[in-house]
């Protein structure tokens, strides 16, 4: 998305954009490990990362710069629904009937604690 500074704080939406290199999450991850790259798959007709490590010739759907799970998280199978967005996974609190619609590694809280600089701001 790009976005034009209005006033200190503030951004209007100017519309969607591409910028090559940050289709693998680099602008909140870094860049991928040397011997990983990143493909997308269609299983069930949703579009989904997956990495191969070219070294080892093995392929995986983690993303190798998130590590592993959160305790006490556990990811869901589903079958996707018009609702979800198009990345969709969906993760539970292990005991609680918590259930969320995104990576628990990316949420604000956890990315600051992998030292990555979030800022707020407002779209007018």
Known sequence: MLLRKQSPGKYSVVGQCFQDGLETAEGLLGPLPKAFVMQMRRPNGTFLPFFI????GKACEEDPRLGGVPAN???LDFIPSQDDPIH???FRFVGRDD???SDPRMQPGMLRSRGVNLQTFRLV
């Not at 490590?53 to 080892?56: F, K, M, P, S, V």
Request: charge should be negative; glycine fraction near 0%.
């Open 53 to 56: 490590n070219t070294e080892e």
């Open 73 to 75: 998280w556990e990811r």
């Open 99 to 101: 259930i969320l619609n």
């Open 88 to 90: 969709a996974v969906k």
